[in-house]
Structure formats: structure tokens, C-alpha cells
């Protein structure tokens, strides 16, 4: 019982780092400018039907409209226990039979806006608590493939079914991994808890006009609580007294076994800085992660895809290449697992291991990921490595990046990630001083730049500014602009 959940709480952020025996595996971060939408309810209205996309827009009330794709209406939400019988084949279905401009309908967020693309939006609700989680539109009872014993989830499914048959009330459920040896008024009292609280949302969602919020997820500080305290977590230490009092009346109403676990923060010292977590964190937005043995990895996220490179670095290992290639590789599968959670990088992922000739080792590299990655909470999915080398593999996605919440894109790259060299930028120069005197008459030609380039025309290209000015026939003026990026120049007419 090694784990434990730090909560910082600043005037306009919460910050939750979940900790395995001192190492930071995942980081949430909430600010009250952009809270995560996943899990709220909304009252929407469709704006725009598009069949060749088998996708509907929703206006919500949120900056940018809701994206609900024809899967989200027919599917049930993720890990339910619907036959796929039960569920019509999306390609087969044309969006304008299931809505049309106009209707309004209840949504549920199931992926934060990212970038400039608008949250992912269901119709299929799903209501966690701490030991359930309720399909209204659902019909059976599934449990959670984290718990391993099939005689467990054999009993946990007959015990919540006789509980609904005793409710008299429809729906589906999702048992939780909490649920294990937990007893059944515990289990019948979620039920209940559930199955009110849905009766208030759709009372609510009738009186509520279409764009407008019906139902907002806990807090951070709350639902890092409902979401990850379990048995293995040995104590959550939180730094703010009022929140404190707050995280231990919710864990008193519904996880009283846990309420002890909770503890106050009064040292002096910031809690992620005593305990590493702001190290962590600046570490986690570099791109190169360094291994314990002396080799590394390198993780570039792009639009597309996030692609990790394993190198050794400054490990010749002790016996020969092949096991010191194997040895970097086994150890960098672990490092990447845990920096995916870290980062929380989805979508799909490209991991180019250091090549391996041998076949047991190429095997052994992929159990070895699997194993890395059974902890994370996020569905990933392992291809084997292909003929190049590649491990191909994608983690489902539903809220930013650490990199893309907590940075800006460069605002001398824009981004790009990388900027022209002083003696390209001469050389455009040169360019346009020749237009413009061929252009425009004037009694000199000024050139405004950065100081690298200036002073890169005054060292390495003085002579050709002189031929450029008996050519022209005009002075030219070099003039230093300390505002200018390194690419950034004007040439005016004097």
C-alpha cells in the first residue's frame, strides 16, 4: 500500500498528483478559466445535420459547438455489457433518421474540447458514483475487467441484479473496481443514490432550456476521491483547510471506510515541492526523458501523433549488443507507460525501439509494455512491432495534454519548433534589398532586424552589402531592433 494522492489547492487551480512509492504517475489539473466538461450533462439543440460526416452539431452553451457522431447515439457508453446484438451497425444507419436540425437532446461530454475541435457528445449518459456506474439507456449488469477473478465478478454481477430486480427500475450498470468485498447495503445504497439523482436530472432537463447546462461532474478535489481512493491508497494529503473539511464530509457520506485516509497539510513547505512533484512536472514537459541506466527516450507530440524514440545513450551494457539493446528497450517500455500517464498523451502513439533481432526478445519487449501499462486507467491498445520496428499503439484520449494545458506555442516559431538561421535570414535580406531598389527610389535603404543578424551582416557579409551598394547606388543602414524575433525583418525606403 504505497500509493498516495497529493491535492494542492491555489485561489483559481486544483491540482491532484497520484504517487506509487514516491514517483508521480498521473497529474490533473483544474483552473477555474477552463474546467474539464467530461461528464456534464447539457440540454442541446442540433444546429447542423451532416450525413456525409453520419455527424450532428449541438449547440450547448459552450464556446464552440458540440461534435455527436451517429456511434454516440447507437452505442452504449464504453464497457457496458450490451450484446452487440442489441446495437445496429452505425454504417448502416443515416444520421437524419436519429435527429434533424432543431431537436433538442440531452448530451453527455465524453471527450473535452481539444484544440480547435468542440467536445465529443453522447446521448448515451453514464452516472459514476463510488461503487456503480449507471446506464439509464443500458440493460444489463457488466463489472469491470480490472478485477482478474472470474468467480468475483460472477458474484458482484448476481448481487447488483438482484438488487435492481428488487429497485423495480430499468437501466444498465457498470460495476467498479471498488466494489470488490465491498457489502451489499453499500452496493444498494450507490444504486439508490444513482437512480435518484438521474430522477432529478431529467426533472431538471424538462425545465431547462436547449444551450444550457443541466448537470455538472464534482470538483476535482472530489472526484480524485470518488475516481482513485481505494485500498492501495495509503493516505490523500491536501494543503488547503477548507478543502480538507470538504473531502472529508464527502468521503464520511459515501466512502466512510477511507474518511481517516485523509490528512491536512500544515508543513511550511509547498506539498508538490516536498514531495517532488514540481520537478516531475517541469521534467514532463521536455522532450527528452533520460534512463537510469545512462540511455534515453525522446518524445515529440504533434497533431498527428505522438512519436517516441528509445536510444542508448551512454549505456555500452556488460555483455554484449543485442542484451544491451534489450535491457534499454525493457527499461524504457516502463519509463514510457508511466510518462503516457504523466503527460496524458492519447490518440495514437508511435514507439520505435531500439531494433532487436532476436524474436523472444521482441515478445518479451511487448509483455513487458502491457504489464507497464495495466495500472493506467485510459483503454490503450498494443499492436505488434511492425516489419520497420514500430510499436504501434493508441490510448484513448479524453481531456488536453499536460503540455498542451499548461503552454503557448513559441511566439518566435510559432510552433514550428524551430526558427531560421541569421545567415538564412542575410540572405532573404539581400533579396529584398535588391527588389526594392530595383522598385522604388529612395536616398537609402534601412534595414530593421534582430541584433544576431545584424551583427551577422556586419561580420561574414560586409562585402556584399558594399557590392549591393554600388549596385543600387544608395547607402544602406543596418539598425538593430531588440523587439524582433531572429526571423523577423523590414527593409524601408529612406
Excluded at 449541438?58 to 456511434?71: I, K, Q, S, Y
Excluded at 494543503?239 to 470538504?246: G, I, Y
Excluded at 534515453?296 to 549505456?315: C, F, K, L, W
Amino acid at each position: 500500500m504505497n500509493i498516495e494522492i497529493l491535492v494542492n489547492v491555489a485561489p483559481r487551480e486544483s491540482r491532484a498528483a497520484l504517487l506509487d512509492n514516491g514517483a508521480l504517475q498521473e497529474v490533473f489539473i483544474e483552473r477555474v478559466s477552463r474546467r474539464g466538461l467530461v461528464g456534464n450533462l447539457y440540454k442541446g439543440r442540433v444546429t447542423r445535420v451532416l450525413p456525409g460526416m453520419q455527424a450532428a452539431f449541438l449547440e450547448v452553451g459552450l464556446a464552440r459547438t458540440g461534435f455527436l457522431h451517429v456511434a454516440d447515439i447507437l452505442a452504449p457508453p464504453p464497457d457496458a455489457a450490451n450484446d452487440a446484438s442489441d446495437i445496429p451497425d452505425p454504417r448502416e444507419v443515416d444520421i437524419r433518421s436519429l435527429v434533424r436540425e432543431g431537436d433538442e437532446l440531452l448530451v453527455q461530454v465524453v471527450k473535452d474540447p481539444l484544440g480547435t475541435k468542440g467536445a465529443r457528445l453522447s446521448t448515451q449518459v453514464s452516472l459514476p458514483s463510488r461503487y456503480l456506474v449507471y446506464l439509464p439507456q443500458g440493460k444489463r449488469v457488466g463489472v469491470s475487467s480490472r478485477i482478474p477473478s472470474v468467480e468475483a465478478r460472477e458474484q458482484l454481477r448476481s448481487m447488483v441484479k438482484r438488487l435492481v430486480e428488487a429497485s423495480g427500475r430499468g437501466g444498465g450498470y457498470i460495476v467498479r473496481t471498488a466494489a470488490l468485498d465491498a457489502p451489499a447495503d453499500l452496493l444498494e445504497a450507490d444504486l439508490q443514490f444513482l437512480q435518484r439523482m438521474w430522477a432529478h436530472m431529467r426533472e431538471r432537463a424538462l425545465a431547462t432550456p436547449a444551450g444550457n447546462l443541466v448537470h455538472e461532474d464534482l470538483p476535482l478535489t472530489t472526484r480524485v476521491l470518488r475516481d482513485e481512493l481505494r485500498d492501495q491508497v495509503r493516505r490523500v494529503l491536501v494543503d488547503s483547510p477548507t478543502e480538507f473539511a470538504r473531502m472529508q464530509e464527502f468521503a464520511r457520506s459515501f466512502m466512510p471506510e477511507y474518511a481517516d485516509r485523509i490528512e491536512l497539510h500544515d508543513s511550511p513547505r509547498p506539498i508538490f515541492d516536498l514531495h517532488g512533484v514540481e520537478d516531475e512536472i517541469s521534467r514532463a514537459l521536455e522532450p527528452r526523458v533520460p534512463l537510469k541506466s545512462g540511455g534515453y527516450i525522446v518524445i515529440q507530440q504533434t497533431e498527428a501523433m505522438t512519436t517516441v524514440d528509445v536510444n542508448t545513450g551512454g549505456y555500452v551494457g556488460s555483455r554484449n549488443l543485442e542484451e544491451t539493446i534489450f535491457r534499454t528497450n525493457l527499461e524504457a517500455a516502463v519509463a514510457i507507460a508511466r510518462q503516457l500517464r504523466v503527460r496524458n498523451l492519447g490518440g495514437i502513439i508511435v514507439l520505435d525501439f531500439i531494433d532487436m533481432e532476436d524474436a523472444e526478445h521482441r515478445q518479451a519487449l511487448i509483455e513487458a509494455l502491457q504489464t507497464a501499462l495495466a495500472e493506467d486507467r485510459a483503454q490503450t491498445h498494443i499492436s505488434s512491432i511492425s516489419p520497420l520496428g514500430l510499436v504501434e499503439m493508441t490510448r484513448k484520449r479524453t481531456r488536453e495534454s499536460l503540455e498542451h494545458l499548461l503552454c503557448a506555442p513559441c511566439p518566435q516559431c510559432q510552433g514550428r519548433g524551430f526558427v531560421r538561421t541569421a545567415e538564412t535570414v542575410a540572405h532573404e535580406i539581400f533579396r529584398e534589398l535588391v527588389r526594392q531598389s530595383r522598385q522604388f527610389n529612395s536616398s537609402e535603404l534601412v534595414v530593421l532586424a534582430h541584433q544576431d543578424v545584424v551583427a551577422w551582416l556586419q561580420e561574414s557579409e560586409f562585402a556584399v552589402l558594399e557590392e549591393l551598394e554600388a549596385e543600387s547606388g544608395r547607402p544602406i543602414r543596418l539598425q538593430p531592433e531588440s523587439m524582433y524575433s531572429l526571423d523577423q525583418y523590414d527593409v524601408v525606403l529612406a
